[in-house]
């Protein structure tokens, strides 16, 4: 497979295989506390997309241990990211983020910080504290950008203009941060066309990309759009074909974290053969290697 995964990235950089550990930072958005707006972007859950994060009553310290234990069953991986999941995690008091921040990089075999957040959340003082985080381990933020069409936008309730993801990811880059993007494959009246453009974008202005399936869950606004009928969804074959173009208009530094996601079986909605994680990946794997997709192949 002629792409640059997250594995090859991770084995590269730090010599051997290393885990994810999603970290709960108890916060919230302000797409919901009433500062934009109080329903939350139309896709996300309750949980803020953090279904698979440590308990959130725990400290940092104890949710890393929480995540070790549970990944031992299944890995003998010895280093971890730290990885602050649901809602935004830089939309706290600095105080706040620095104490919980420097808790999870403190821990000697927390090998890197990633730290999901909205590109509206990035005042001069949590850059400040994220420069001085990056000089004493890596640290990651990933982007929600998700479309660069803004009739998806406004769909969606993203309640930021593009300019504000290109400011983000050039601030980021002058202190030297690793900027990984969020785009969701599949939204409502987007065509291939409208997707492979957002791909695209996001690829000259990123370090990694995560290519998501658009998947509907319960309790969401979307859902009562889905359930009314007012949009379809991708079939996984036509999920694939699209794929199969994102990564090679991709170009060949950008690191794929993920190309497909498979959202809490206890919410999803549809589509269901998302949750077949295994049969998805094993499709991929077949489709990139009857095409021979090889990454950057269409980026110029």
Known sequence: MNYYSLNKYLKNTFG?????ISLNGNMTCPNRDGTLGTRGCIFCSRGGSGEFASDAL????GQIDQAKLRIKKKSDCKKFIAYFQPFTNTYAPIEYLEKIFTDAISEPDIVALSIATRPDCLGNNVLGLLEKLNKIKPVWVELGLQT????????????YPLSVYDSATENLHKIGINVITHIILGLPNESKKMMLESVKYAGSKTDGIKLQLLHVLKNTDLCD???????????????????????EVLPENVVIHRLTGDGDKKLLVASMWSADKKRVLNSINREFAKRDITQGRKAK
Do not use: N, W
């Not at 725990?58 to 310290?61: E, N």
């Not at 759009?225 to 990564?247: A, H, P, R």
């Open 16 to 20: 051997e295989k290393v885990y994810k």
């Open 58 to 61: 725990l400290p940092v310290h």
């Open 148 to 159: 660069i069409h803004e009739k998806s936008a406004d769909y969606i309730r993203r309640m």
């Open 225 to 247: 759009d889905y359930e009314s009928g007012k949009f379809d969804l991708l079939s996984m074959e036509d999920y694939i074909d699209i794929l199969c173009d994102c990564v």
